[in-house]
């Protein structure tokens, strides 16, 4: 398991931020804490009795601001690729220089 904030911050996710899971993907929400991300890409957390599960980012929300600015549980999966996305618009990468020139 991966639990550095690099590794988290791949996805978008901070080390104990709160997520929210579903049971068999039925039922009410349940809060948890994020705990790191395995390496085939789940998203470990620990929920309220402090168990450890791993879920696929698709089954699992995060708060995020909304369009107005509102905090708002969104899908972690669409988190993860907002949050690639905004590396497109940093600084541009400098050309390799060639010997001589």
């Known amino acids: 398991m991966h639990c550095s904030p690099a590794a988290l911050a791949r996805l978008g ?3 104990g931020e709160p997520i929210r899971f579903r049971r068999n993907n039925k039922g009410r929400w349940i809060v948890g ?3 790191g991300i395995e390496t085939d890409g789940s998203v ?3 929920d309220p009795d402090g168990s450890a599960r791993s879920l696929r980012p698709e089954f699992v929300e995060i708060k ?3 369009s107005r600015g509102r905090l708002r549980w969104s899908v972690v999966s669409d988190v993860a690729v907002t949050w690639e ?3 497109l618009f940093g600084p541009e990468p400098t050309a390799p220089r060639l010997f001589g020139l």
């Open 85 to 87: 996305q905004l590396e």
């Open 33 to 35: 804490k994020v705990a």
């Open 64 to 66: 995020r601001p909304g």
């Open 44 to 46: 470990t957390l620990r």
């Open 13 to 15: 996710l901070r080390p």
